[in-house]
């Protein structure tokens, strides 16, 4: 037991209390501080998620249950944590610059990014669903208010407004599916659901099957699987640029962690009937997203529909099912944030002041104006369009081998086939920056420090993963033995 009487497993609980108390202090240090000397609080923030980051790597190897038990602090979690403290520490790299020059509240925003990212930790250590809505909420709430961070901006309120109409239709389908599944199963504990299920007359109670469906349904939403997706681009588009970096990256982690979790424990005895509609969204949301993403002309709605064809490669992992399959997806979900962290770097820096959605054009000649944003960039949308030897070939590669080897050749052939028409919008990037003349009004940036290290960091993650993947690949086959079977 993790809870007996008042006693608390504060090693489990670390992370969490740790990254807690590093929110709370940003919050309170910013009311001390003048304007000019708020940037310290980005390196606040920053000391906390690297001190965080250090003691979830000392505890590898153990497994912990904390709060009461709906909780747990095992190799799997502790990888997803590592990558969500990943994530918030490249936006806030990203954010110092943009946030300053905007004039938002500095103290709020770095809080309520740190916060978002305790949600997400929340969601991937859920041994209950009770906690993994009460973790999606903890990360949804901060980021309906970033996504209208610009008060001032119209585009900026209309998608905080978008973001928590459509979430909160999406926490109600997952809401429905709990109240369900403890209808006919008598418990929200994965395990619990998990040993009820893999009884076979289980499935013939339709409270069951809508209990399963709804939850689907909900994660989808979080994923941004077609047809769940509409709400999608028009966010991304409004919202802060940084903002719009940390979701793209950090949801999609979040929302994974828990689908795997679920997937891996409570619905672990899933009937084969559940295969082909799982098959069929993996298909439309590969599909939709690289087509749609083919005619857009502003890079962060492009990239936003590239986020939505990379969930559907995700996806093709979870209908494979197997360890394999679950690993890959740990891999690309890796290098997924490096890359359009790094690919949204570049975007932050080439914006001017109150530019919030950049053009294609604007990228027009910057192999000449800025040769370091252009070849970062080039080396982010060639690993995105999933080309040797960056990180996303690897990942691609993993992804389809393992749903080879679970005998879904149709499905990844069409996914073949849709990586293939990624790669036009892509390299279309690449050939504005270095194959057309720059364009009146488009100066060279200065890039600040926080910028290089983050396009550094980005930049020599990706060639790495995709020169010497091992190291990584195999703490993700580990992370998923720790709960797998």
């Given at each position: 037991?993790?809870?007996?009487?008042?006693?608390?497993?504060?090693?489990?609980?670390?992370?969490?209390?740790?990254?807690?108390?590093?929110?709370?202090?940003?919050?309170?240090?910013?009311?001390?501080?003048?304007?000019?000397?708020?940037v310290r609080l980005a390196y606040l923030g920053l000391t906390g998620l690297?001190?965080?980051?250090?003691?979830?790597?000392?505890?590898?190897?153990?497994?912990?249950?904390?709060?009461?038990?709906?909780?747990?602090?095992?190799?799997?979690?502790?990888?997803?944590?590592?990558?969500?403290?990943?994530?918030?520490?490249?936006?806030?790299?990203?954010?110092?610059?943009?946030?300053?020059?905007?004039?938002?509240?500095?103290?709020?925003?770095?809080?309520?990014?740190?916060?978002?990212?305790?949600?997400?930790?929340?969601?991937?250590?859920?041994?209950?669903?009770?906690?993994?809505?009460?973790?999606?909420?903890?990360?949804?709430?901060?980021?309906?208010?970033?996504?209208?961070?610009?008060?001032?901006?119209?585009?900026?309120?209309?998608?905080?407004?978008?973001?928590?109409?459509?979430?909160?239709?999406?926490?109600?389908?997952?809401?429905?599916?709990?109240?369900?599944?403890?209808?006919?199963?008598?418990?929200?504990?994965?395990?619990?659901?998990?040993?009820?299920?893999?009884?076979?007359?289980?499935?013939?109670?339709?409270?069951?099957?809508?209990?399963?469906?709804?939850?689907?349904?909900?994660?989808?939403?979080?994923?941004?699987?077609?047809?769940?997706?509409?709400?999608?681009?028009?966010?991304?588009?409004?919202?802060?640029?940084?903002?719009?970096?940390?979701?793209?990256?950090?949801?999609?982690?979040?929302?994974?962690?828990?689908?795997?979790?679920?997937?891996?424990?409570?619905?672990?005895?899933?009937?084969?009937?559940?295969?082909?509609?799982?098959?069929?969204?993996?298909?439309?949301?590969?599909?939709?997203?690289?087509?749609?993403?083919?005619?857009?002309?502003?890079?962060?709605?492009?990239?936003?529909?590239?986020?939505?064809?990379?969930?559907?490669?995700?996806?093709?992992?979870?209908?494979?099912?197997?360890?394999?399959?679950?690993?890959?997806?740990?891999?690309?979900?890796?290098?997924?944030?490096?890359?359009?962290?790094?690919?949204?770097?570049?975007?932050?820096?080439?914006?001017?002041?109150?530019?919030?959605?950049?053009?294609?054009?604007?990228?027009?000649?910057?192999?000449?104006?800025?040769?370091?944003?252009?070849?970062?960039?080039?080396?982010?949308?060639?690993?995105?369009?999933?080309?040797?030897?960056?990180?996303?070939?690897?990942?691609?590669?993993?992804?389809?081998?393992?749903?080879?080897?679970?005998?879904?050749?149709?499905?990844?052939?069409?996914?073949?086939?849709?990586?293939?028409?990624?790669?036009?919008?892509?390299?279309?990037?690449?050939?504005?920056?270095?194959?057309?003349?720059?364009?009146?009004?488009?100066?060279?940036?200065?890039?600040?420090?926080?910028?290089?290290?983050?396009?550094?960091?980005?930049?020599?993650?990706?060639?790495?993963?995709?020169?010497?993947?091992?190291?990584?690949?195999?703490?993700?086959?580990?992370?998923?033995?720790?709960?797998?079977?």
């Amino acid at each position: 037991m993790s809870v007996t009487g008042t006693q608390l497993d504060w090693g489990g609980m670390a992370p969490f209390l740790l990254l807690t108390a590093t929110a709370l202090g940003t919050l309170l240090l910013d009311l001390f501080l003048s304007p000019r000397h708020r940037v310290r609080l980005a390196y606040l923030g920053l000391t906390g998620l690297l001190i965080t980051m250090a003691l979830l790597v000392h505890g590898f190897g153990g497994q912990e249950r904390v709060v009461a038990e709906m909780l747990i602090v095992d190799d799997f979690s502790r990888f997803f944590h590592l990558v969500f403290l990943l994530i918030a520490a490249l936006t806030i790299l990203v954010s110092v610059k943009s946030v300053e020059q905007e004039g938002t509240h500095q103290g709020e925003y770095y809080t309520l990014v740190l916060f978002a990212t305790l949600g997400m930790m929340v969601m991937a250590s859920a041994a209950d669903l009770i906690m993994v809505f009460l973790g999606l909420e903890a990360l949804s709430i901060p980021l309906y208010i970033l996504s209208g961070f610009l008060r001032g901006d119209v585009r900026s309120n209309e998608s905080a407004l978008k973001y928590l109409l459509l979430g909160a239709f999406a926490s109600a389908f997952l809401l429905y599916g709990i109240a369900f599944l403890y209808g006919a199963v008598g418990s929200t504990r994965l395990k619990s659901i998990a040993a009820h299920l893999g009884h076979g007359a289980a499935w013939e109670n339709p409270l069951v099957f809508l209990g399963v469906g709804l939850l689907l349904v909900g994660l989808a939403f979080k994923v941004a699987a077609v047809p769940f997706h509409m709400w999608l681009p028009d966010v991304y588009e409004g919202a802060p640029t940084p903002v719009t970096a940390f979701m793209i990256a950090g949801t999609k982690a979040a929302a994974f962690s828990a689908l795997l979790r679920v997937f891996g424990t409570a619905l672990s005895p899933l009937p084969p009937e559940w295969i082909p509609p799982l098959w069929v969204v993996a298909l439309l949301t590969m599909g939709v997203g690289n087509i749609a993403a083919l005619t857009q002309q502003s890079i962060k709605r492009m990239l936003a529909y590239s986020s939505i064809a990379h969930a559907g490669y995700l996806l093709v992992a979870v209908v494979a099912g197997t360890s394999r399959g679950f690993s890959s997806i740990l891999f690309y979900l890796v290098v997924y944030a490096f890359m359009n962290l790094g690919a949204f770097a570049v975007i932050i820096a080439l914006a001017r002041q109150g530019e919030e959605s950049p053009t294609l054009s604007s990228y027009a000649g910057l192999g000449f104006r800025h040769p370091v944003l252009a070849f970062s960039m080039a080396v982010f949308m060639f690993s995105l369009a999933g080309l040797p030897p960056t990180g996303g070939f690897m990942g691609k590669f993993y992804i389809f081998s393992a749903a080879v080897e679970a005998d879904y050749v149709g499905l990844v052939i069409i996914a073949v086939v849709c990586s293939l028409i990624s790669v036009f919008f892509y390299l279309r990037v690449v050939v504005v920056m270095y194959m057309e003349e720059p364009r009146e009004g488009h100066s060279s940036p200065v890039l600040s420090p926080a910028i290089l290290v983050t396009l550094f960091l980005a930049t020599a993650a990706i060639l790495q993963l995709g020169l010497l993947p091992a190291g990584v690949w195999d703490l993700a086959v580990r992370s998923v033995q720790s709960f797998w079977g």
